[in-house]
């Protein structure tokens, strides 16, 4: 329940989060507005004093005659300066001059000159003018006399069918009246104190309260509150995935495998630190495994956890344990590498390539492994990070911080973007530059794609790994790559393996960008084409505006306008004779896996048949 809870938590407590800032923010600003101008009482004359009632006046029978009306009851008053009875009957309110006699009719001259006496502003009435009821009027029924002033305020004097002045509106009040809509959450009537939104967002904080309690203990152990020293202790063995024993250590229990490791100075793969959320210190219990929590079901493979893969950073050495670990001995070390070259593939994308101090096994870095670079805590500048000309343009829009740091060292995962085979030795990486929400400003770019971006030609780096089990399968059968963003790195090394190693097998590559200046190696992928006859290439473009339509995918054809898995199966996939045949290889962002993965199993293929790389975000 936790991994859901989790994201309910979060989502909702952005909601309940927003609607808290609009509760101060309305507050503040109606606190802030000037209470007499909200009440309409700047230009609102004062009510006259109470006059004595006329002596002349005619008596009501009098004052009656000719005056068809059945009254429930008789009550006198003025209106503006003359006496009248006020007949209250089952149509309303009916006016009868007591000096004169007879039934008054208000009329808009009438309504205006009423209007204007109960003004005392320098604008100038406007043309009354009978109206349905609004907001304006909300706390009124019926239709109601509406008379305009020209003032500073945009004054409206309303009055009612019986000549009552019943509000003096204006610009404060309706700033006022916005405001207080959004602050009671009444976004219709805007009177109700006890709508269902108000009612929702109390609940819903209430809940956002107690599910944060309940988050908070379950983020503890009961082992956390017991010293090491009393917990005793128990036997965990590492293992190679060839059963080659490893290492043999004696660790706290109640220890999660993570956190033991790393008091042991064993760093297993990790992006969250051990928060349970991007599922790479992925281990495997040899024997009987404990069951499966939320965590392990939301970061693992079905078939995986059946064999016994768990989180380490959630599975607790209750007894003694035999695991099997990927990556052996690149656990406990680390190496160094200088920076050969760097280049600006696009605006988000770079190529950097590195040295390693010493020979490396190129077996261990086979393509689709990746390494975790060790990021220092630096302090860094916009000014440090070298542009072309051609991409300042897109930078200049992302509005970054002047300066950002990173204030504890960290590790981030890059995948290999070619054989080292291929280079030498040499290790290619490809980097994405994450420079935050779109739209946003001063936003501080991603920690460790900030230090990848910073650095140059000769500057040293040091590294962890290879680890990773993203690998091509043994045999010839036609492969079908798919991959977007940054999963042109693992891709690209898979490719050039096979096509480089003499494979036979059918070979596509069909990648996804927003547009051509977001598309790297797209040349590369051209001459690859044209070298190797068993491979095809296809660049997919989802953002039309941004490419001319005569722009040329490698074989003289047009490139799709599409996400990349419509395109594929559209173009590739709904016509093949034998999917069965067939190997998926899938790199990319997120959306665009979960997108392509759900498309492949409507078009009935196995998920043994598709490999694929989420780099565990």
Request: with cysteine.
């Amino acid at each position: 329940m936790t991994p859901w809870l989790k994201k309910i938590h979060k989502w909702l407590g952005l909601l309940i989060g927003l609607q808290l800032l609009l509760w101060m923010a309305s507050g503040l600003v109606m606190s802030l507005l000037d209470a007499d101008k909200v009440r309409g009482r700047e230009f609102r004359a004062p009510p006259p004093a109470r006059a004595a009632w006329p002596a002349q006046a005619l008596p009501l029978s009098q004052a009656l005659q000719g005056v068809r009306a059945e009254a429930q009851s008789v009550s006198t008053g003025w209106l503006g300066q003359e006496p009248v009875y006020r007949l209250a009957t089952g149509q309303g309110v009916r006016l009868v001059s007591a000096l004169r006699g007879g039934e008054i009719v208000l009329d808009a001259a009438l309504a205006q000159r009423l209007a204007q006496a109960s003004y005392r502003g320098p604008g100038r009435a406007g043309p009354a003018e009978l109206v349905a009821p609004s907001l304006e009027t909300r706390a009124h029924e019926g239709q109601v006399w509406r008379v305009p002033f020209a003032d500073a305020e945009d004054t409206t004097v309303y009055l009612s069918r019986h000549g009552d002045v019943l509000e003096h509106r204006n610009s404060s009040w309706r700033l006022f009246d916005l405001f207080w809509m959004l602050h009671i959450m009444d976004y219709s009537g805007r009177k109700d104190f006890n709508n269902p939104l108000v009612i929702g967002a109390a609940v819903g904080g209430l809940w956002l309260a107690l599910s944060g309690i309940w988050l908070l203990f379950t983020s503890f152990r009961l082992a956390d509150f017991v010293p090491r020293r009393l917990r005793g202790q128990r036997s965990l063995q590492l293992l190679a995935p060839d059963g080659t024993r490893l290492r043999s250590l004696r660790v706290a229990s109640g220890d999660t495998v993570f956190v033991a490791l790393a008091r042991q100075g064993l760093q297993l793969p990790s992006n969250c630190g051990g928060g349970q959320s991007c599922g790479l210190c992925e281990v495997r219990v040899c024997g009987s495994a404990p069951p499966a929590t939320l965590a392990d079901r939301a970061q693992l493979a079905p078939a995986r956890l059946r064999d016994g893969h768990r989180l380490a950073c959630n599975l607790p050495v209750a007894a003694d344990l035999e695991i099997e670990v990927q990556g052996g001995v690149a656990l406990w070390s680390q190496q160094g590498a200088r920076v050969e070259s760097v280049t600006a593939l696009s605006p988000t994308l770079r190529e950097i390539v590195l040295r390693p101090d010493a020979g490396i096994d190129a077996a261990a870095y086979r393509p689709g492994s990746y390494l975790q670079v060790i990021v220092p805590a630096y302090r860094m500048s916009a000014a440090q990070i070298e542009l072309p000309p051609a991409h300042r343009a897109a930078w200049d829009a992302w509005r970054l911080p002047a300066s950002w740091a990173n204030d504890a060292p960290l590790r981030r995962s890059y995948s290999l973007a070619a054989p080292v085979e291929a280079r030498d030795g040499r290790i290619s990486l490809l980097v994405r530059f994450l420079h935050g929400p779109a739209g946003a400003s001063h936003h501080p770019p991603g920690k460790g794609s900030s230090y990848m971006y910073g650095l140059k030609p000769g500057d040293r780096i040091r590294y962890a790994g290879p680890f990773g089990d993203f690998a091509l399968r043994p045999g010839g059968r036609e492969k079908v790559f798919i991959g977007g963003g940054a999963g042109m790195a693992p891709l690209r090394a898979m490719i050039r393996a096979l096509l480089e190693g003499g494979a036979a097998e059918p070979v596509h590559f069909w990648y996804g960008a927003r547009s051509l200046a977001d598309a790297p190696y797209v040349e590369e992928m051209q001459a690859l084409a044209a070298r190797y006859g068993n491979f095809s290439w296809q660049l997919v473009l989802s953002d039309e505006a941004a490419q001319p339509a005569n722009v040329s995918a490698g074989a003289g054809d047009r490139l799709p306008r599409a996400l990349v898995h419509d395109a594929v199966r559209e173009l590739l996939l709904a016509s093949h004779a034998e999917l069965a045949a067939c190997e998926f290889y899938l790199c990319g962002p997120p959306a665009m896996l979960s997108a392509t993965r759900k498309m492949l199993r409507k078009l009935g293929v196995a998920d043994a048949q598709v490999s694929f790389d989420d780099f565990k975000i």
